[in-house]
């Protein structure tokens, strides 16, 4: 694959600073440093590579861990000198087993929401795996499917009346009830946000005419 980099405006040590993103969460996975050559790489083999300021050399991301993080996009700044790096990881970023590297708060307020219903997701299952006693969760894996069900038939239809009494407020609390519970079914069933995104994706992908395996 022939690519033209001419437009990445590498500093003066030949270097341009790589952000990498999780493509499924949009979390921030780490900040790293790309020279031309880990950059033609990181495009010819779909893996990141880097350069090591430190040790003056190339590395490949997760070659010894295992931890490798599959390209599947890059973009530059409007001035070119910084690039943003979607992945999909095969296993923690951060060389402390972190999911990121950014964990440590220098400044906390409020918690942003970009990844809530990622952080509800691992909620439910570490209440699958781990039961705690007085856990509404606990208590739906416990009761099973048929209750998690009619749960969810229920809210559907509470979401149908908020909607009809135009009460906007009814109907966020409703929906976010639906979205809770669904997420419980999904969990019993295996099936994964990812996999959801994936065939949304596929959806509007055949919409606009794009062929998408």
């Known amino acids: 694959m022939e690519v033209n980099i001419e437009q990445i405006s590498f500093d003066h040590n030949g270097l341009v600073p790589a952000i990498v993103q999780d493509s499924n969460s949009g ?4 900040l790293a440093y790309m020279n031309e050559t880990s950059l033609m790489k990181t495009i010819q083999t779909k893996e990141t590579w880097f350069f090591s300021r430190k040790r003056q050399q190339l590395w490949n991301k997760g070659e010894t861990s295992g931890n490798k993080q599959l390209v599947q996009r890059i973009t530059y700044d409007c001035d070119g000198d910084a690039l943003l ?7 923690p970023a951060c060389h ?11 400044y906390k307020e409020d918690a942003p929401t970009f990844d809530m219903l990622d952080q509800l997701v691992t909620t439910i299952k570490q209440r699958r795996q781990e039961p705690v006693e007085g856990s509404y969760t606990t208590y739906l894996f416990n009761e099973g499917i048929d209750k998690v069900l009619k749960k969810v038939g229920e809210e559907a239809s509470e ?4 909607a009809k009494n135009s009460d906007t407020n009814e109907l966020i609390w409703e929906i976010s009830d639906l979205i809770y ?18 065939e949304l994706f596929k959806r509007h992908m055949q919409k606009e005419g794009i062929h998408c395996e």
Do not use: A, W
């Open 27 to 30: 979390k921030i996975l780490t």
């Open 159 to 162: 979401v149908i009346i908020g």
């Open 85 to 91: 790096i979607q992945v999909r990881p095969l296993g």
């Open 96 to 106: 402390t087993g972190n999911e990121s590297c950014f964990y440590q708060y220098l």
């Open 181 to 198: 519970h669904t997420l419980i079914v999904m969990e019993m069933q295996n099936v994964t946000v990812n996999d959801i995104k994936n």
